[in-house]
């Protein structure tokens, strides 16, 4: 039997490839964040976009405009990429 973080990761991947197979590469992120959100939806996977993200500075919280791409089920945080090669800045 699967852990819950084992299945949710397979569902993820999933609809990840399906979008892929669909679409294919070289379209840009939005387009992918559209359309993963629009498979996660058919699968009945909960999710969040565009979650703000905030930075702890010395006790401080503050707003400093980072957003999570994708949410799942507040557990997995998805960060879409559209790239030709992964740069060790898309590894940070």
């Not at 299945?7 to 892929?20: P, T």
């Not at 590469?25 to 979650?51: A, N, W």
């Amino acid at each position: 039997m699967l852990k819950e973080e084992d299945r949710l990761s397979k569902e993820i991947i999933g609809a990840a490839i399906e979008v892929h197979r669909h679409l294919g590469p070289g379209l840009l992120e939005s387009t992918y964040e559209e359309c993963l959100c629009k498979e996660l939806e058919i699968r009945d996977i909960v999710f969040e976009r565009q979650k703000p993200l905030a930075v702890v500075y010395k006790g401080i919280t503050l707003d400093c405009g980072y957003k999570l791409d994708i949410v799942v089920e507040d557990k997995v945080i998805l960060e879409l990429k559209s790239v030709n090669k992964i740069e060790s800045i898309h590894e940070a």
